[in-house]
């Protein structure tokens, strides 16, 4: 292969001839990048955008976050939760429920429902996504029936289903949950769960097509009245982030590959970066999970951050502990306090800043018991976990596509 140049006549001027050359070059490029942007925009008009209002489930006794979709013709409150992968509600008849604010599911009163048979792919996909295979019930045309269980003790079993659900806007049609007819634990008084994991079973994975695999939040403060948002697809206009999204890559891993994982290269208290064991290290991996309320550290890098906390957090009283939150002050008598601020740092330098509503736990409304909402795991060796009371007031990004976690400030709102 002969560069073009070696074929032609003698050239007299090279300068005249380069320039020419810049110029074809740069029209070249030109041209790359308009075929470029209309292969990425056109495959992000093929895809679907819905924002969802998300709000603080306290009104339904629970501290995770809720969003309300329609299955089948009828409204369900469930639980928002990256940490799990099936969508459940409970349904009527049930033979055990717990006790919910709307309606129970009725799926003789829904003209797109059907369950799934015991023999399909989907019921053998139960075990990856559940961790328990699908069991077979009834005579003629044997149905699927699935069993989930979590990590407080609380468990769903019933009916694997399909039927036609609506996000916003968007309509999923032949979507699979589970249709729950024995139901137990601590989802307050939500109609089921959300499953947002990342097995083939989750919502994110059964609307790849719709939304590329891309959703997002903003969970907004304890505020009641106070409404984030939920959003599905990859479209970053529709975000109302006040500081650049940084992202970081997610932790690949055999053993935990629904999960949503990241590596966590330190934490800063006040500004200050803490040393010690546990940082720096390239294998710190941590959860990130909107199912997890308070943020577990390893014993080790906790004690660090406590230690740090205190010490710039000092002359205020003491008190004692609330459950699994042992560092707690009595601010009762004062209009105003100095918090110190909190940041993670991940692989890629990306960076999660906390908002101010997510250090303090409130036991008492009076202040006379406030603690720092971040708890110690057991052992060394367990996976840490950021929960939602620190992902406040921040647009946390998961694009399972591209493999990456973003973290931006923003004050959660729906308008």
């Not at 209002?53 to 639980?79: C, D, F, R, W």
């Not at 029936?145 to 399909?162: A, C, E, H, Q």
């Not at 659900?165 to 309509?171: D, F, P, V, Y």
Request: glycine residues 10%.
């Amino acid at each position: 292969m002969k560069h073009r140049d070696y074929c032609s006549r003698p050239v007299v001027d090279w300068n005249e001839r380069f320039q020419k050359r810049l110029i074809s070059d740069e029209i070249q490029v030109r041209s790359f990048q308009s075929r470029i942007k209309y292969a990425v925009y056109s495959r992000m008009e093929d895809l679907s955008n819905s924002q969802i209002p998300l709000t603080l489930g306290s009104k339904l006794q629970t501290l995770n976050y809720i969003v309300t979709v329609e299955l089948g013709g009828l409204n369900m409150t469930v639980i928002v939760d990256t940490g799990s992968d099936l969508t459940w509600v409970q349904c009527q008849p049930c033979k055990l429920c717990y006790n919910q604010r709307n309606w129970l599911f009725n799926p003789l009163k829904s003209p797109s429902y059907k369950s799934v048979s015991c023999d399909s792919p989907t019921c053998q996909s139960l075990q990856f996504a559940t961790g328990n295979s699908g069991t077979c019930s009834g005579n003629s045309t044997p149905i699927c029936n699935y069993f989930v269980s979590y990590g407080d003790g609380s468990y769903t079993r019933g009916d694997l289903s399909r039927d036609r659900l609506q996000l916003g806007t968007t309509i999923v049609d032949n979507f699979v949950f589970g249709c729950g007819r024995n139901n137990r634990g601590l989802f307050g008084k939500a109609s089921g769960l959300m499953g947002l994991g990342r097995s083939d079973l989750s919502l994110v994975s059964q609307t790849n097509t719709l939304f590329g695999g891309v959703f997002s939040y903003c969970l907004p403060s304890t505020d009641d009245s106070a409404s984030g948002s939920l959003i599905l697809g990859g479209d970053p206009s529709v975000y109302k982030n006040s500081s650049p999204i940084s992202y970081t890559r997610m932790i690949p891993s055999p053993q935990l590959s629904i999960f949503y994982l990241a590596n966590l290269t330190g934490i800063s208290i006040g500004g200050v970066e803490l040393q010690g064991p546990g940082f720096g290290n390239s294998g710190n991996e941590i959860l990130v999970d909107s199912g997890t309320v308070i943020t577990r550290l390893s014993p080790s890098i906790y004690r660090a951050v406590k230690d740090e906390f205190v010490k710039q957090f000092s002359g205020f009283p003491s008190v004692r502990g609330f459950s699994i939150l042992d560092t707690c002050f009595n601010l009762s008598g004062y209009k105003e306090v100095n918090i110190p601020t909190m940041t993670l740092h991940f692989e890629g330098d990306a960076e999660l800043n906390v908002d101010v509503t997510g250090i303090f736990y409130f036991v008492k409304t009076d202040a006379s018991q406030v603690c720092l909402a971040l708890a110690s795991l057991s052992y060394e060796d367990e996976i840490a976990i950021i929960g939602n009371y620190q992902q406040r007031n921040i647009r946390v990004v998961y694009d399972t596509k591209a493999s990456k976690l973003g973290f931006a400030k923003e004050t959660c709102s729906f308008m």
